[in-house]
């Protein structure tokens, strides 16, 4: 049990770190941004090389690989099109922040549905 609450403490002291350093030090939203983009990328990355490995294991080589490089492609076109419809107004007060926004809950609902249907 104090093997399992040692593990815990230490990966959970990253956040506690992290939040006092912020607390003490300015660090300008550009390199905030830019930490949270690596963060992202890396678990996006994890996630995608362990369900990689069975989906290979499972069905094969190209067809893994056709599934990948098409939802990637699905999902940059999405991406790209919600973005050009409004979504980048989406943190943003006023009357633009509206526009566009229910195309773009829509659109996400329907990728979610089909990139993550269990």
Sequence with gaps: MWSAAMWVAI????????????????IPKKIIGLIMAFGTGVLIGAASYELL???????????????????????????????????????????????GGGLAIFVGMIMDAILNPL
């Design 11 to 26: 990966s959970g002291s990253g956040v506690l770190l992290g939040a006092l350093v912020y607390m003490f030090i300015s």
């Design 53 to 99: 490995g069975d989906a290979v294991k499972d069905g094969g080589i190209t067809p893994t690989s056709i599934g990948f490089v098409s939802g990637a492609l699905v999902f940059t076109i999405f991406d790209y099109v919600v973005s050009k419809r409004g979504a980048f107004h989406r943190k943003r007060s006023g009357h633009k922040a509206a526009e």
